[in-house]
């Protein structure tokens, strides 16, 4: 967690009805298709209601997804302010090797700006089919497929543009993403730790791969609605907060989805335009929104396959919550909202603490794969359950690791080695136990079923992993890229 805290103040000295925030904790936690892990909710540039959904805490790393896309978009405009990068540069001008093999035409006149606004021509998602024509150095992948279109007249939503983006970015500075940012960005504003996943080339990923916390999210949002100041210090110029957040290109039906009424408004730098403000987002419910009319910062992670529908909730109750003027006192929905934001908890899963019956069966009973494989984690090959005078506990095996997960019943049990996770679960007859595993540096949750009758087990995610591999890679990256990496 950052050294210096975010300053807070009450709902109602900000202008903001407590009770607004209560609907739409309420609503969430209502939306089936929605599981919360956080909220952040900044107004006047202070903190008005701060919570975290346990197990998932303030100070723990969280996979964001694609917002790690605005991280790069800023970390862009402090190269063009330091003249290390010009927009209207030819992206092959920063890739002379490559010269000699890109020969089509759009592909040497695409620009930085166009792989910064998601328009190189493509008309749809290349990363596959990039990294088909090159395995080892996906920008050549890219720059090697035609764009369909002119640069510049297309959006597609494109990840290996925004890799190539950030790949020009550490070519001319030299470092990483994180390090250049680090004296920029990161301690300048007290974001704390962060870290970012890399490739098997030592790059980190642009696109994707930020680990940080809700309150990272939170300080990248404030600085963008302050023009790029902080504390009364100019740290980014405004005329990239305009330029990256003002729509580029219209993104209409792009997404291929008629109810994504948010993803229909344009996009800029790395930032979507909004029904209302612009944001970073990512995958499942990583936002960090930006509502300059309401001078408001909004920070949520979660795990939903909705994200319109938690856009939805926010434009629905936050909104209506923000308020011309401060509130009347005495305020007593402030204190519920308090007292409600320090009581936020996922539910364990449901379960006996012990089977009913067999529980000498079940002391290192050991359970392979349902049908030869294991649904959504083909790699794991075997679980076990142990036990001792202090309970039941999963030992997954997945090649020559095994994760241990404690069950907890009732409550949920939290594991730092070798991947931090917290388990729940029990059993439901004499034969059948279930055990949730949330991997607390990501939105994800594994669901673990062992079935005492047959000696199988099944497991399948909630959200299945964007980024795959193992689970001892289901944390933030320390250390060295292993030899597995992307």
């Not at 379960?351 to 794991?380: I, Q």
Request: overall charge negative; hydrophobic content about 40%; aromatic content about 8%.
């Amino acid at each position: 967690m950052s050294a210096r805290p975010l300053p807070s103040g009450t709902p109602s000295a900000q202008g903001v009805d407590a009770s607004g925030v209560l609907a739409f904790l309420d609503a969430v936690e209502a939306a089936g298709a929605i599981e919360p892990h956080s909220l952040m909710v900044l107004r006047h540039g202070r903190v008005v209601a701060a919570g975290w959904w346990a197990p998932y805490a303030p100070d723990r790393l969280h996979l964001l997804y694609s917002l790690s896309k605005s991280f790069t978009s800023t970390a862009a405009g402090f190269a063009v302010a330091e003249g290390l990068i010009g927009l209207d540069d030819p992206v092959i001008s920063y890739f002379p090797e490559l010269d000699a093999d890109i020969t089509d035409p759009r592909s040497r006149a695409m620009r930085v700006r166009h792989v910064a606004s998601m328009t190189s021509g493509h008309e749809a998602e290349t990363l596959d089919r990039a990294r088909a024509l090159d395995r080892d150095d996906l920008v050549r992948g890219f720059l090697l497929l035609p764009p369909d279109r002119e640069p510049g007249t297309v959006f597609a939503y494109n990840q290996p543009a925004t890799y190539t983006l950030a790949a020009i970015l550490q070519r001319v500075t030299g470092r990483s993403l994180t390090a250049y940012l680090r004296p920029r960005l990161l301690d300048p504003l007290g974001f704390g730790e962060v870290a970012w996943l890399a490739d098997r080339t030592g790059r980190e990923l642009g696109f994707s791969g930020l680990h940080g916390t809700t309150d990272a999210i939170a300080r990248l949002g404030q600085l963008y609605l302050d023009e790029g100041r902080w504390e009364g210090r100019r740290v980014l110029s405004p005329e990239w907060i305009a330029e990256a957040t003002r729509a580029h290109v219209p993104t209409a039906g792009a997404m291929g989805d008629a109810d994504r009424q948010d993803w229909d408004r344009g996009y800029g730098l790395q930032f979507w335009r909004s029904r209302h403000g612009y944001r970073g987002d990512g995958a499942y419910g990583q936002f960090c929104l930006v509502l300059p009319e309401h001078d408001a910062v909004v920070a949520t992670t979660a795990a939903t396959p909705d994200m319109q529908g938690l856009l939805d909730l926010v434009w629905e109750h936050l909104l209506p919550a923000f308020r011309p003027a401060p509130l009347p006192g005495p305020r007593d929905a402030d204190a519920a909202l308090a007292d409600r934001l320090a009581r936020l908890a996922l539910p364990p899963a449901p379960g006996k603490p012990a089977p009913p019956e067999h529980p000498d069966r079940w002391r290192d009973a050991a359970f392979t794969p349902y049908g030869g494989v294991c649904a959504d984690r083909p790699s794991l090959t075997g679980v076990t359950v142990t036990a001792d005078g202090d309970g039941w506990t999963l030992v997954l095996a997945e090649g020559d690791d095994r994760p241990a997960a404690r069950l907890g019943t009732g409550a949920w049990t939290v594991a730092e080695e070798p991947v931090p996770l917290a388990a729940s679960g029990g059993w439901s007859d004499g034969d059948t136990l279930t055990a949730d595993l949330v991997l607390l540096e990501t939105p994800h949750r594994l669901r673990v079923t062992c079935t005492l009758a047959d000696g199988t087990f099944t497991a399948h995610w909630a959200t299945r992993p964007l980024h795959g591999g193992p689970l001892r890679r289901m944390r933030a990256p320390r250390g060295p890229v292993p030899p597995d990496g992307l």
